[in-house]
T-cell receptor, first 111, second 116 residues
């Protein structure tokens, strides 16, 4: 059974601070995706990580992938209130292309 | 960019009725679409994989007779929740995969289903 776990589940942080969200998965995969979800909304694609060692940055968010450790990180730099949302990682299964989502991290940035 | 349209966005029905949700890829062909269910403050759970022209593949624990999936064309998949009950109330999200496999799935805006 494919498992995708995120840590932490809930995160409250002050503006201007840094933090890292972790995503561990249990099966071989070379594609890791990060999404943002605002309350009552669908998913917004943030990053697609396609290979071991991949690092992508967009604004205050940076994502990385270590396929050997089956670990991806989403690093938040100098958080701002607009980043408050729930963040999901997702792993694509080799066969069938199904996506399996992590447990989600609910982020609240406090002014 | 690629767009997936989901309809309706919100539906409230009485218990026992059937509800159909549509998922359309607007500017690309999707041989494969996926249906997810999300309960409040929980993650997305894959329900089934919808394959154009063939039967859907259901995840373990998902009742295929309860959640009927039809993928009759390369741009449309439908999910019908049959004889819906309050416990079926959830946020249903579809996604479609572009034929270019390097592209991520494109997600619809979701359908909030409330069964009274």
């Amino acid at each position: 059974e494919l498992k995708v776990e995120q840590n932490p589940l809930f995160l409250s942080m002050q503006e201007g601070k840094n933090y890292t969200i972790y995503c561990n998965y249990s099966t071989t995969s070379d594609r890791l995706y990060w999404y943002r979800q605002d309350p009552g909304k669908s998913l917004e694609s943030l990053f697609v990580l396609l290979s071991n060692g991949a690092v992508k940055q967009e604004g205050r968010l940076m994502a990385s992938l270590d396929t050997k450790a089956r670990l991806s990180t989403l690093h938040i730099t100098a958080a701002v209130h607009d980043l408050s949302a729930t963040y999901f990682c997702a792993v694509r299964r080799w066969t069938g292309n199904q996506f399996y989502f992590g447990t989600g991290t609910s982020l609240t940035v406090i002014p | 960019g690629a767009v997936v349209s989901q309809h309706p966005s919100w539906v409230i029905c009485k218990s026992g009725t059937s509800v159909k949700i549509e998922c359309r890829s607007l500017d690309f062909q999707a041989t494969t679409m996926f249906w997810y269910r999300q309960f409040p403050k929980q993650s997305l759970m894959l329900m089934a994989t919808s394959n154009e022209g063939s039967k859907a593949t259901y995840e373990q624990g998902v009742e295929k007779d309860k959640f009927l999936i039809n993928h009759a064309s390369l741009t449309l998949s439908t999910l019908t929740v049959t004889s819906a009950h309050p416990e079926d109330s959830s946020f249903y999200i579809c996604s479609a995969r572009d034929l270019d496999s390097n592209q991520p799935q494109h997600f619809g805006d979701g359908t909030r289903l409330s069964i009274l």
